[in-house]
């Protein structure tokens, strides 16, 4: 099954990211395909120069390693990118700036689309 995700809110501001990142797991973990598509303030989830106090919430490290090892896409927004001032050079390894036509083709393409949104 191809599942895709939409985040929109900021990483570190509300749960949003931390539940996409668990259902992406859980879904890869049981050999589905799986998508995250960053939207607005969310585009910071990939930025690779955060540096978060606690340990257990590193969303940047954890969407690398979920990249790595498990398979998971992560398109950013290039344009919400651009706007934000986060660089390309800044993102996690395997993140790929993207835009809106690539975030609607994965829509068509899913089984399944989750949107989280403030």
Not at 15 to 43: C, P
Not at 65 to 77: N, P, T
Request: charged fraction near 30%.
């Amino acid at each position: 099954m191809k599942i895709a995700i939409q985040v929109m809110t900021p990483p570190y501001s509300y749960q949003d990211m931390d539940s996409a990142i668990k259902i992406a797991e859980a879904a890869l973990n049981k050999g589905h395909e799986v998508a995250i598509f960053l939207f607005a303030d969310a585009v910071n989830a990939a930025n690779s120069r955060v540096k978060p106090i606690r340990v257990d919430r590193n969303i940047p490290k954890k969407l690398e390693e979920l990249i790595k090892e498990k398979g998971l896409r992560v398109d950013i927004c290039g344009l919400c990118m651009e706007y934000r001032g986060l660089a390309e050079e800044a993102l996690i390894e395997g993140a790929r700036p993207s835009g809106l036509p690539e975030l609607a083709k994965l829509i068509a393409e899913s089984d399944r689309f989750l949107s989280f949104s403030a």
